[in-house]
């Protein structure tokens, strides 16, 4: 009976550490961590991990590298009709409103802000899948960073398309990249994946496009280690 006077307090408790874990939670903090560096509960990651969900999302080039990524960056999917014309419907819904229907910058907001190149002129129509690519993921001038809205897969079926609007047809070259015989046909599918431990002889080749080839026993990790 009396234990219905306070309704707030739930009485004894059975199993305390139910309800507060003991377990450091990483993004749950209430006081100080004594153990870990910096004094909290989240770990660095592993060398050479990739998180959940986020494989070949990194390239480990920098935003303002576009050089390198055009040199290094290989698409890894081929020029089929399905992927160009994947690549169509991308282009549509996140290129179209200022690159325009035919790649020409003609969009409605590249007529309105100006200064959007024409895909099919000048240097423009000699970019290739690994340049347009990297501007997609982290932009270029005041073309924003698009890496958050479409997946590396999806940039590279953008890229393919963009290759297309470079042959001045507009929508039409889709047809010449897939006929027998097209320079873009048969482009090789090997990619420029790497180890860790070769991301670290050389950072500015692409990687995580893959998962290791050596899992469980890759470069040790710096965890514990105070900065």
Not at 59 to 66: L, Q, S
Request: proline fraction near 8%; glycine fraction near 12%; charge should be neutral.
């Amino acid at each position: 009976m009396t234990g219905c006077n306070e309704a707030n307090d739930p009485g004894l408790e059975y199993a305390p550490e139910m309800y507060t874990s003991i377990p450091y939670e990483p993004l749950s903090q209430v006081g100080a961590n004594h153990i870990n560096p910096m004094g909290i509960n989240e770990r660095t990651p592993a060398v050479g991990t990739v998180p959940r969900g986020k494989l070949a999302y990194y390239t480990h080039i920098g935003k303002d590298d576009v050089e390198t990524a055009a040199k290094v960056l290989t698409n890894p999917y081929g020029y089929s009709k399905t992927h160009l014309e994947e690549g169509k419907v991308l282009y549509t819904r996140n290129c179209q409103h200022c690159h325009g229907e035919q790649g020409d910058g003609q969009g409605p907001v590249g007529i309105k802000f100006k200064g959007v190149p024409n895909y099919s002129a000048g240097s423009y129509k000699t970019m290739n899948d690994g340049h347009i690519y990297h501007v997609i993921q982290w932009g270029k001038g005041r073309m924003m960073p698009h890496g958050s809205q479409v997946n590396p897969e999806e940039r590279w079926k953008i890229a393919m398309y963009v290759r297309a609007l470079q042959l001045g047809k507009g929508p039409d070259g889709l047809a010449d990249m897939v006929k027998e015989g097209s320079p873009m046909a048969n482009v090789p599918t090997a990619d420029s994946t790497m180890t860790s431990g070769q991301m670290k002889k050389n950072p500015t080749k692409a990687g995580s496009n893959e998962m290791s080839k050596n899992p469980g026993a890759g470069d040790p990790a710096r965890n514990g280690e105070a900065i």
